[in-house]
């Protein structure tokens, strides 16, 4: 038998076979064709005037998107300059009309274009495959392969095995090379890893550093060591001294009475000592024992001041460290803020201060730089004012900005001797001017915050919401102070707020125990004086609740604008306007009584700091100490 | 013989245990993905009006050769001004619609009086070509009433969309194919 | 700060666009005489049912497939069923969204809980791996559109020598690995960007695009299938999974008679001889190699995986954010001149700065370790090719190498036992030459 | 088996020949440099070409020589959106926003007081002590402590105020919704609508296309209304009689002209009834003469973007939502700038700096 036979070969088959062929080189010739005008006409949208440049473009890296402005024609730009240096040219205008709408012909044309060589293409690549598998089918010759020995397969497969290991290997070495081609290849200028990062300037400008791609361990509570001890000031050390905005548990109130009722900056009565602060700043004076602190900024430099609280001479003064952020612009603030308004906290230790570019700044007694550390220019519409606050070892910075849903406000609470990171939590409220205070509801200490629109109260420990309560809308200016278990705080455009501190959850609806709507503040924080609460508006009114009842027992009104906080120093409460002048007064249910007038001679905006039998508060220039001077009659016995 | 057997058997014993643990996982899987998928089904490229600069990367890099974005005429945001900052050029000759005053590339933007002294714009979507040059016009000094938007009647939803990749503002999303489009003047700027 | 100057007034202008978006307040239109208000007109979308029609499609093609293939055994119905899905889900639906792209799909959304993944999506992704499981990789054969384009094509032939065969066939797992990597960190999907044939289902896209896929092509029309068997990380899957399939296409139910027609018609080089194996003499020496490469492995890995963490600054180049981080830290720096719209329209956003470059910086972290664990991957593969290529295999008859055979039925359309089985010839016939006419 | 039985078969699947090898190494060759040019990351470089480019920064530019005023001063207020700024009594500047009023000093813009408004106030004008606040739909008179001593009738849903101009016995308020002109009586009894179409009058109608319409009254006692959409300021007497031989005003893109969608959006008489105008899209604020010649540029689109008094955020963030204008007793221009939020003073330049008087001669025709 022979294959040719078998196989059948009629001349009618021969003849299919030698058409099927020759259609497939037909195809094979129209498909390559319409592949090099589609290819051609690609490079002229490239702008390819020849088969050279065109090759040049493909070669040499032109864009591969050739969709092109049809009016950015050479020609047409150059007819609508000629008709824009003679505007009235009714011929011009024609030449215009016409090639535009030739222009535009040929654009859509083009694509029309492609479209239909598209479709060419896959029609003739159909026929192609159909002819070729024609030709296959008619022509086919069954193979006669010869049969092979298995054992001689064994052999095979033995080199064939070496020569595979041998190819992979090579493979792998070519996969090696160019991974390492490729890795040194690309450079990179932003920080290669999240370390590095950190160590530019630590948790940069209102990123989250709670989320999923958090490192660890920076953001979570850190496991307090049993071995290590507490090294933080006890109640009673910070009773003595005056470590942060408003005194002990931010209320306003000295545990001394022994201070002079009675001084005058322009004669020096009872003027202990006044000191130039070099830099402005609105923040108010701290004191640790025989220190007080001082900040002061402005767009450039940023310091922190040391005085001896006994001599008033200026001990020390320590420039913050540069940051990426302050080497950034100063951020935009209101004179009335400037850029050091938040007031320093101490913890006989060191003592922090923040600025109003979102640095932070720890230095010892003697003015050395512990760490410093930059939380970001904060999106602050007036420059951060709100102070620092401290739980045991740990700064806390309520960090408000941006607007409510911004999601960029935050608690921040930082490990005091390092300025590491031991919690934060994002706050739902916009940015706020108000100060963080810290106080303790039986066993529990809460960390107490007002901004627009939630008081939220955090557990300073780990930063765990306590409970929160809505209302306190528009700018948050005020500090609250907390009485009887009463939360006093409101603001301006809002109500103010008697909140119950033992709530859990949100107590909107169930623990605000009154509100009010007369005299209320916006930015002189409140003063509780037994079951009196006493409300400051900056234009002079001063108005007195029931704190328990809140019913509005008299109001008063002084001509001189309030910025400084009021202070409660024994049954006496100091007033300070913002041209200097000062009173202090007598409250009872029924009204206030003056029992004196004083004049510091130099406008204060900030709240004094009580000591024993002295008190240090800022003026615009200066740094006052008060206190009983060897004249002074007025001194106690 | 019999160890040959049992050789076979253990092979398919294997291959059973295999299969069955494939089968298994990719059960888990699916329903592992089906549990976590979001509500809508299906997802849909769309532009963020509301994000978009109009850079010119949506006519250039769709993988259609006439992409598959238009602009979209808010009619409710529309000012119908006589001088559109969308539709002429910015020194324009004069206010008529002679080719010489048209900004659009490819004279896509119909012009039509009504009434002195207002003006109707309206888009010939068929020659569109998604360039967003009116967009940029109409934004930067007029209502913004042009804005782009994906037709999804043409749009090929690819898995990863070209001009996604190219889009310099990250505007163009996934949307649930319930709500194809995100018109202008429907979700947009405040009240 | 110079380099903010310049970028300043372009920003501004920028921000011009973006900003008076939001600017824009809701404004009464005129109040025309009598003229209506036309309403904007927005084309529907295609029925989101049609997404359901192509899983009921894919699933009935896989089903005729897998019967065409180990039923019928008709190597006719496949090419033809091939035709068909090469039409419908080729050039009618685009090629989108395709089982191999759904690799990442699925990957993501592992990955990223707040990535939506469509039912659809899913059953495309899973169907063929169960079918594969039980009936082989008969999607391959008959329903993917790739491989049916491939197939097509595959006119003239060549054979590939084995051994080359086998290491660019890693290829596929390198690649798989890669598509992983970047869909897992959710930087972006490279199977679907690179895909070399969905140009031409959508008859157009980028030069460069169909440059690639008609040199692929072409390729394809003398070597068989060179996407399926070299860089289909799908392909990879399917491979393993059919080598544990219940059911898988047989050459013959009968008696072989080693004639080698199946092992010489295969294009794809994916039947095997028979051996005895191993000779006694040779057994000591392969026993170390095996040993060997078995210790290798862990270093292989560990090397790999140290190398593919070094990846992190080049692969994170492809992330959009990652790249917009590192042109505005080389703006802010003063590296570059100008500015581009990316980095306009960024600023513009008054997202701050340093949020941007801490999610880059995050985002290269997470693919540092994203590489990691692809180096480690090809570390591995190639570890365990070099063991596997240095086993012994025993085989009595020619039979389909089950991970690479995607049951296309050539071998058995020229089995001579096939086509008596058929009825084709008669029994004698084979014997006088092996010789048949095939129809 | 014959020979020639022989020699018809083949193998199927070939040996791949010389040429083979050569095609296929030549395609994998192009195939790879084409994978290499493809597209690998988002196109952040702008290395395509400026297909569809519309280059707008380019038309902002605005000539030195034109610039007759300079910028002296800088008051930030803090609000977070700025509507309207008004020149108060003793020369204070008042600047309506939020919910509020800030009286700021005339020297150095410190912040005097805050009047506390129950709603966003949209346009503001003072009056002596008295200072008339336009709301969405209706004014209030406040005086300077806060008090509202009078809440006029709201104008229905359809209205939106966007300025008031006080005259001797005329308080007038553009409605922008409505598009017309009202005039109350200092009662806020309201006396007339003036602008509203009316053929028979002869008076145009107002085109407003997007919410912004500025009224002053000038020491003739006309009242100048912008009609944005036309690109014009047209005149009214008290009456309401459209002087269309004062009106004035062209589109645009020149320096001389007003230039987009609705401009100008603000203006401000200067003491002798020359005309301070504002426009956004290309934010300029320029001076005019009373007939309606161009004088010179206050301030161009890079002062009012530029970067002194601006953080990096609300520089590139400028949204340009329009300006405000006043104009105080020494002659000093207020520009209020909502994106920076505060207000920008600029005073005439030196005489030596820019020859005003050969500037001046520039007539838009």
Redesign the interface.
């Known amino acids: ?1 022979n ?1 040719t036979d ?3 070969e009629t001349p009618a088959i021969t003849a299919g076979y030698d058409a099927a062929r020759r259609t497939a080189w037909v195809a094979w010739i129209v498909v390559a064709v319409i ?1 090099a005008i589609l290819l051609i006409d ?1 490079g002229r949208r490239l702008g390819a005037k020849d088969l050279r440049s065109l090759m040049k473009l493909v070669v040499g890296g032109a864009s ?3 969709a092109e402005d049809p009016l950015d024609s050479p020609e047409f730009v150059a007819l609508r300059e000629a008709l824009a240096k003679n505007p009235s040219d009714e011929g011009l205008k024609r030449q215009v009309r016409d090639l535009d709408l030739k222009l535009r012909q040929e654009y859509f044309q083009q694509r029309r274009f ?2 239909l060589g ?2 060419l293409l ?1 029609l003739s690549v159909v026929v192609l ?1 159909v002819s ?2 024609t030709a ?2 008619l022509r ?1 010759r ?7 020995d ?2 001689s ?2 052999t ?3 080199v ?13 070495v070519v ?2 090379v160019t ?2 081609i ?2 040194s ?10 370390a ?2 950190a160590s530019l ?1 630590p948790e ?5 550093l709670v989320g999923p ?1 958090a490192p660890a361990g920076d953001v979570e509570a850190e496991p307090q060591t049993e071995t290590k001890t507490p090294d933080f000031p006890t109640d009673e050390e910070l009773l003595r001294n005056w470590a942060c905005f408003r005194g002990p548990h931010g209320s306003g109130i000295s545990a001394y009475s022994n201070l002079p009722l009675e001084w005058d900056g322009a004669s020096g009565k009872n003027v202990l000592w006044k000191t130039p602060v070099p830099l402005p700043g609105n923040n108010s004076p701290i004191v640790w024992s025989d220190r007080v602190f001082l900040s002061g900024a402005n767009e450039k430099r940023r310091e922190v001041y040391g005085f001896d609280a006994t001599t008033g001479k200026l001990l020390w003064t320590t420039e913050a460290p540069s940051t ?1 952020q302050s080497r950034a ?1 100063a951020p935009q603030v209101m004179e009335d803020t400037g850029f050091a308004a938040p007031t320093m906290a101490v913890d006989g230790r060191r003592a922090y201060a923040i600025f109003a570019n979102g640095d932070v700044v720890a230095v010892d007694f003697d003015g050395n730089v512990v760490w410093s550390r930059s939380l ?2 904060p ?1 602050n519409a007036y420059g951060h004012a709100s102070s620092l606050a401290m739980y045991r070892d740990r700064l806390l910075i309520q960090f408000d900005q941006g607007a409510d849903d911004d999601q960029l406000s935050k608690m921040i609470a930082l490990e005091a001797s390092t300025g590491r990171p031991v919690w934060q939590v994002k706050r739902p409220v916009a940015n706020s001017w108000s100060s963080p205070i810290v106080v303790q509801q039986g066993d529990q200490a809460q960390l107490l915050t007002a901004s627009d629109p939630w008081v939220i109260a955090y557990d300073p420990a780990d930063g765990r919401e306590l409970w929160r309560a809505e209302g306190t809308t528009g700018d948050q200016g005020v500090t609250p102070v907390v009485a009887d278990g009463l939360l006093q705080v409101g603001s301006e455009y809002s109500e103010w707020f008697a909140i119950r501190t033992d709530g859990s959850g949100n107590v909107t609806e169930t623990h605000i125990k009154w509100r009010g709507e007369d005299g209320l503040p916006d930015t002189v924080s409140p003063l509780v004086v037994g079951k009196l609460l006493l409300l400051s508006t900056s234009f002079g009114v001063l108005t007195c609740y029931d704190a328990i009842e809140g019913e509005v027992l008299w109001e008063k009104e002084f001509d001189m604008r309030f910025t400084s906080s009021p202070t409660l120093v024994g049954d006496r409460v100091f007033l300070f306007g913002q041209e200097g002048k000062g009173w202090i007064v007598a409250l009872s249910r029924e009204g206030c009584t003056t029992v004196a007038e004083t004049d510091l001679g130099e406008p204060c905006v900030t709240s004094p700091a009580m000591q024993d039998g002295r008190f240090y508060v800022r003026g615009k220039k200066h740094l006052f100490c008060i206190g009983h001077s060897e004249e002074d009659n007025t001194k106690p016995e | 013989m019999a160890e040959n057997q049992r050789k076979i058997d253990r092979r398919k014993f294997v ?2 245990g ?2 069955i643990v ?2 298994v996982g ?1 059960a888990g ?2 329903g ?3 549990g ?3 509500e ?5 490229w769309q532009i963020d ?7 010119g ?1 949506c006519a250039t890099h769709c ?3 006439k992409s598959a974005v238009v602009c ?9 001004c006589n001088l559109c900052t969308g539709y002429f050029e910015p020194d324009a000759n004069e206010l008529t619609t002679g080719a010489e005053n048209q900004l659009c590339p490819t004279g896509a933007i119909r012009r039509t009086f ?2 002195d002294p ?1 003006y ?1 714009y ?1 888009i010939d979507e068929p020659l569109c070509i998604g360039c967003g040059k009116c967009v ?1 016009g109409c ?2 000094f007029g ?2 009433s042009l804005y782009l ?1 994906i ?10 969309c ?1 001009i996604a ?1 190219a889009c ?3 505007a163009i999303k ?1 949307v ?2 319930g709500k ?2 995100l ?3 429907q979700n ?4 | ?1 110079k380099a ?2 310049r970028w ?23 109040e ?2 009598n ?1 209506q ?4 007109q ?5 029925a ?1 049912a049609m ?1 359901y029609v192509d899983v009921a499609l894919l699933a009935g093609a896989l089903g005729l497939a897998s019967y065409l293939a180990l039923v019928r055994r008709s190597r006719r119905g496949l090419f033809f069923l091939a035709v068909a899905s090469l039409a419908w889900f080729g ?1 009618v639906r ?1 090629g ?2 395709c089982p191999i ?2 690799i ?3 990957t993501l ?2 990955f990223d ?1 707040t990535y ?5 999506v ?1 059953a495309f992704f ?1 169907l063929p ?2 079918f594969t ?2 009936f082989g990789r008969t999607f391959c054969a008959a329903v993917c559109p790739l491989g049916a384009l491939q197939e ?2 595959a ?5 590939v ?4 065969a ?3 066939g ?2 596929r797992y ?1 690649y798989l690995g890669l598509g992983v990597a970047l869909a897992a960190t959710g930087t ?2 490279v199977i ?3 895909d070399p044939l969905v ?2 289902f ?8 169909l ?2 896929g ?3 092509l ?2 394809g029309v ?3 299938r060179p996407y399926c068997r070299f860089l289909c990380p799908y392909g990879a899957v399917l491979g393993w ?1 059919s080598k ?3 059911w898988h296409v047989r050459i013959t139910p009968d008696e072989c008679i ?4 199946c ?5 794809y080089g994916a039947i095997e ?7 006694p003499e ?1 057994m000591p020496s392969a026993r170390r190699r095996l040993v060997f490469f078995a210790l290798f492995l862990p270093i292989l890995v560990a090397g790999g995986a140290l ?2 963490r ?2 992190a ?2 692969l ?5 954010t ?6 505005i ?2 703006e802010d ?1 003063g ?1 570059v001149e100008g500015t ?13 700065i ?2 941007l ?6 985002q ?3 693919l ?1 370790w994203a590489g990691g664990a692809f ?1 480690a991957w ?1 570390g591995l593969v ?1 570890g365990v ?2 063991i596997w ?2 086993r012994s ?1 025993k085989q009595v008859d020619y039979a389909p190498d089950t991970a690479n055979c995607v049951s296309c039925g050539r071998c058995f359309w ?1 089995c001579p036992q096939e086509h008596i089985r058929q009825g084709w010839i008669g029994a004698e016939e084979k014997d ?7 129809r | ?1 014959t020979p020639d ?1 022989n020699a018809n078969r083949r ?7 010389l040429w ?1 090898l050569l ?2 190494t030549v ?2 060759v ?2 790879l440099v ?2 290499m ?6 196109p ?3 290395t395509l070409p400026p297909s569809f480019d519309y280059d ?2 380019s038309l ?1 530019k605005v000539d030195p020589k034109w610039i007759g005023y300079e910028p002296t001063a800088w008051f930030p207020v803090a609000m977070r959106v700025v509507r309207g700024v008004a020149l108060g009594p003793d020369g204070l500047i008042c600047v309506a926003g939020d919910r509020a009023i800030h009286v700021l000093e005339p020297d150095d813009g410190r912040l005097r007081r805050k009047i506390a408004l129950d709603e966003a106030p949209r346009c503001l004008a003072a009056d002596g002590d008295l200072f008339y606040v336009g709301f969405e739909n209706h004014v209030a008179v406040v005086d300077l402590d806060g008090t509202v001593s009078a809440q006029w009738d709201s104008r229905g849903p ?1 209205a ?1 105020l966007t300025s008031i101009a006080v005259s001797q016995d005329d308080v007038f308020v553009a409605d ?2 409505t598009k017309c002109v009202l005039r109350y009586d200092k009662s806020g009894k309201m006396t007339a609508t003036l602008a509203r179409r009316d053929a028979r009058r002869n008076v145009p109608a107002l ?5 912004y319409c500025d009224v002053a009254v000038g020491s003739d006692g006309l009242l100048r209304v912008v009609n944005p959409g036309r690109h014009r300021i047209e005149y009214f007497t008290r009456r309401g009689d459209y002087e269309a031989p004062l009106t004035w005003g062209q589109s645009g893109l020149a320096i001389e002209r007003f230039c987009g969608c609705c401009n100008p959006v603000a203006i401000a008489l200067l003491a002798d009834n020359r005309v301070v105008t504002a426009e956004k ?1 290309i934010p300029r604020v320029k001076v005019y003469s009373a007939e309606g010649r161009f004088e010179c540029v206050v301030a161009s ?2 002062q009012l ?1 530029s ?1 002194d008094t601006m953080t ?2 609300t ?7 329009a300006v405000d204008l006043a104009v105080d007793r020494q002659g000093r221009i207020l520009v209020l700038d909502p994106a920076a939020r505060g207000v920008r003073v600029f005073v005439k330049k030196k005489p030596h700096a820019a020859d005003d008087s050969e500037s001046g001669e520039v007539n838009d025709e």
């Not at chain 3, 939506?116 to 659809?120: S, Y």
């Not at chain 3, 006088?432 to 095939?438: E, I, P, Q, S």
Request: hydrophobic share 45%.
């Open positions: 038998m294959a078998l196989n059948n592949c690609y591969t998107e050739a492609v479209r598209a479709h896959l495959v070729e598998k296959a089918m086919r069954l193979p006669n392969p010869e049969p092979v298995p054992s397969n064994a095979r497969q033995a064939c095995g070496r020569w595979a290991r041998g190819a992979v290997v090579v493979l792998a996969v090696v991974a390492e490729i890795a290849d690309v450079s990179t200028d932003l920080p290669t890893n999240a590095e990062l300037g940069p400008g209102g990123s989250p791609f990426p612009e970001g220019i999106d | 291959g059973d295999l299969r494939g089968a990719i899987a699916t592992f993905w089906a976590r998928r979001a809508d089904d299906d997802n849909l009006p509301h994000q978009c600069v109009a850079c990367n993988v259609l050769d979209k005429h808010a009619y409710a945001m529309c000012g119908y009504i009434e207002y109707e309206a940029k934004t930067a209502n913004g938007q037709d999804q009647d043409r749009c090929m939803h690819c898995n990863e070209a990749i310099p503002s990250e996934r649930p194919a194809p489009y018109p202008k003047d947009g700027g405040p009240a | 700060m903010c100057g300043l007034f372009v920003a501004w202008v920028v921000a011009m666009l973006a900003g008076t978006a939001y600017g824009v307040e809701r404004f009464p239109p005129p025309f005489t003229h208000l036309p309403a904007t927005f084309a529907p979308p295609r989101a997404q050039f685009h989108c969204v792209g759904a990442q799909n699925v959304a592992l809980p939506a993944i469509g039912l659809p899913i899973v791996l169960l499981l039980f097509m094509v006119l003239h032939p060549v054979s020598p084995q051994w080359l086998h290491a660019l890693l290829l390198v972006a999907f679907c960007r690179y140009g031409f959508r008859l157009g896209g980028s030069a460069s695009m440059i690639v008609g040199c692929l072409l390729f003398f070597v068989g999974l544990v399939s219940k080693h004639c080698r027609l092992e010489d018609v295969c294009p001889a028979p051996t005895e194996g191993l000779q040779a190398l593919g070094e990846l600054v080049p994170s180049m492809l992330d959009p990652v790249e917009l981080a590192e042109r830290w080389a720096h590296l581009t719209d990316a980095s306009d329209a960024y600023r513009n956003t008054q997202r701050p340093d949020e470059i801490r999610a880059a910086v995050l290269r972290d997470k540092a180096g090809v190639i090719k070099l290529l240095s295999r020229y006088a030459g092996r010789t048949v006419t095939l | 088996m039985g193998d199927a699947v070939k040996q791949p020949g083979v095609l296929l395609l994998g192009v195939g084409a994978l040019r493809t597209d690998s990351g988002p952040a470089r702008n707008l920064s902002a359809d939106l922008a919704g085109v407003i296309p997007s919410p899209g689109p890079e973007t970067t990096e955020e520089r590139t963030a400028h949204k340009l939502l």
